[in-house]
């Protein structure tokens, strides 16, 4: 059965920075692309990186480009997200998720909430 548990959310400060993660069970972790998603209350969830299954290739939304960096440790089955110089409208629950260009799988973790706010 395929798990997404993500961690590492909270309440910051604009111009602070979180690093998110997310442990992946019940599928080959190194076989899959990786990407962290957001949804912003009333908005579309949306991705913001991407990482290949080797960590070669990533991408970015332009939103948080220079900001956000993506990583992976294929050992541990985790994806991180280093968010730095955090902005309010970077407030949304973040979520994990297999796959480069398309969903993987149907179910989602709970997400972690981070708030960007003085």
């Known amino acids: 059965q395929v798990q997404l548990a993500e961690s590492g959310g909270g309440l910051v400060q604009p111009g602070g920075s979180l690093r998110l993660s997310c442990a992946a069970f019940?599928?080959?972790?190194?076989?899959?692309?990786m990407s962290w998603y957001r949804q912003a209350p009333g908005k579309e969830r949306e991705v913001v990186a991407r990482?290949?299954?080797?960590?070669?290739?990533?991408d970015y939304v332009d939103s948080v480009k220079g900001r956000f960096t993506i990583s992976r440790d294929n050992v541990k089955n985790t994806v991180y997200l280093q968010m730095n110089s955090l902005i309010p409208e970077d407030t949304a629950v973040y979520y994990c998720m297999a796959g480069w260009s398309a969903v993987a799988f149907r179910s989602w973790g709970q997400g972690t909430q981070v708030t960007v706010s003085s």
């Open positions: 019940g599928f080959t972790f190194s076989h899959y692309s």
């Open positions: 990482i290949s299954n080797n960590g070669g290739s990533t």
